[in-house]
């Protein structure tokens, strides 16, 4: 489905910029400009209350990046459980740092604040779905799934 197509189906509900950008995300894994233009255009708001919605929430991203958008999380627990250590496998395995996607655009790697999931720390997320106690020997199978 083109981004048109996604803003044109939220066009009427309510939330429906926020609605509209996860759906395109979902689809295209970022909000292309022209995607953001669309949705001010659709929703008669101005370009820039669009492009700050775009660009106010950590979740949204209005650069290209890799299709399967990892984010590992960072806050306190996470971090005292061994996310540093996770992160530091992510990026060999994956051959970027924190902000970057893979060159054959399959991967996007970023952090994130706390997910709620403290009970089984560190966590990770891909696309949203998220995996628990994580550690470097799990990455493998992990990235293998979206491979
Ligand atoms: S601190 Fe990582 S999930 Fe809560």
Do not use: W
Not at 45 to 61: D, L
Not at 85 to 108: C, M, P, Q, R, W
Not at 109 to 136: D, H, I, M, R, W
């Amino acid at each position: 489905m083109s981004y048109k197509e996604i803003i044109a189906k939220y066009a009427d509900k309510p939330g429906g910029i926020i609605e509209a950008y996860h759906a395109i995300q979902r689809e295209m894994s970022y909000l292309p400009i022209e995607a953001v233009g669309e949705t001010a255009e659709v929703f008669k708001v101005p370009v820039s209350q669009a492009y700050g919605v775009a660009t106010f929430y950590s979740m949204f991203s209005v650069k290209a990046r890799g299709k399967n958008i990892i984010r590992l999380c960072e806050s306190a627990p996470c971090h005292v459980a061994g996310a540093e250590e996770v992160l530091a496998a992510l990026e060999k395995e994956l051959g970027i740092k924190v902000g970057e996607s893979t060159a054959d655009g399959k991967f996007a790697l970023e952090l994130s604040e706390c997910v709620g999931q403290c009970q089984a720390t560190p966590v990770l997320t891909v696309n949203g779905k998220p995996y628990f106690e994580v550690s470097p020997a799990k990455l493998t199978g992990i990235l293998a799934e979206y491979k």
